[in-house]
């Protein structure tokens, strides 16, 4: 895949701000401020997988669409790359990073936030346990049990496309796999080649409840036509525990999919080889929401 066609999304002002590299740690990461400052910063965190700091997909870099569509709205933000290496739970690769990024956002701004998508979103909760952070947005954050949804997307697309019946039926000796998961279990073993370690601190958290806990506002927002987090098996869920909260928000942009790139029809991993941007729909609700809160 080629990944150097990205050109900055027209609701982004590149004149508007100043980025620079920054350090967390054992990884780098970006730094985006607006010139005319302002009191609001966030910490953006990508999905699951090798992402680095844009969440590089093809020729397509979301976390870079929404750090520069903030920025023109005076929302500062860090990102960063993933570390190398598969770490041995979900809160090792993300929590320290994402919290010196949530610390060095604070020497410049007076009120931060954690935007998280997908898997990003679901270990949010955890940052800002460890951190403390002003609010959350979630964008496309499961709230079915990982090893579930595996199941479900991969017969998805194997409905569509007989390709990937072969992969659906790994996923589901691999989802088996872990009915016995013991410290030992081979990550060749199990779903994604996330070690035992992995997929025992995942099966042990709730993202839903965690996030509920903290008792700071939250924007959860959602694809229609996401397949991998969807409306019926993950909104709703977050919707019914989050129910009757006056500082919970929800949207759904009906023309999305996972990436919030707005589309029609089904939504496959081949749609990310063409050059595609961030809703602005969605860069302009986030933005104004973090600068209501």
């Known amino acids: 895949m080629r990944t150097d066609e990205w050109t900055p999304p027209p609701y982004a002002a590149p004149d508007a701000f100043k980025e620079q590299d920054v350090t967390l740690g054992s990884v780098g990461g970006s730094l985006v401020v607006p010139h005319a400052g302002g009191d609001v910063g966030v910490v953006l965190l990508s999905g699951g997988g090798p992402f680095d700091r844009d969440g590089t997909a093809g020729p397509n870099k979301p976390l870079k669409d929404l750090a520069w569509g903030l920025a023109a709205r005076g929302v500062a933000s860090v990102r960063f790359d993933k570390p190398s290496g598969q770490a041995a739970t979900m809160a090792d690769e993300y929590v320290p990073f994402a919290a010196e990024a949530v610390r060095q956002l604070r020497e410049l701004v007076k009120r931060v936030f954690v935007v998280g998508h997908s898997m990003g979103g679901k270990v949010a909760p955890r940052v800002a346990s460890a951190v403390g952070v002003d609010g959350l947005v979630l964008l496309a954050t499961d709230a079915e049990p990982m090893h579930r949804a595996a199941v479900r997307v991969s017969r ?15 996923i589901e000796r691999q989802v088996a796999a872990l009915e016995s998961l013991a410290p030992d279990t081979p990550s060749a073993d199990l779903p994604f080649g996330f070690p035992a370690s992995y997929w025992r601190d995942l099966l042990d958290y709730d993202p839903v409840e965690a996030a509920g806990a903290l008792g700071v506002p939250l924007l959860i927002a959602q694809g229609g036509r996401d397949y991998q987090v969807t409306v019926a098996d993950d909104l709703s869920r977050w919707q019914t525990a989050l129910k009757g909260r006056s500082d919970v928000t929800f949207r759904v942009y009906e023309s999305d999919d996972h990436m919030f790139f707005p589309g029609s029809g089904p939504s496959l991993p081949s749609d990310y080889l063409q050059p595609q941007h961030v809703d602005p729909a969605v860069i302009e609700d986030v933005a104004a929401w973090l600068l209501a809160h």
């Open 156 to 170: 998805h697309l194997a409905a569509l496309d007989p390709a990937y019946a072969e992969f659906a039926a790994q």
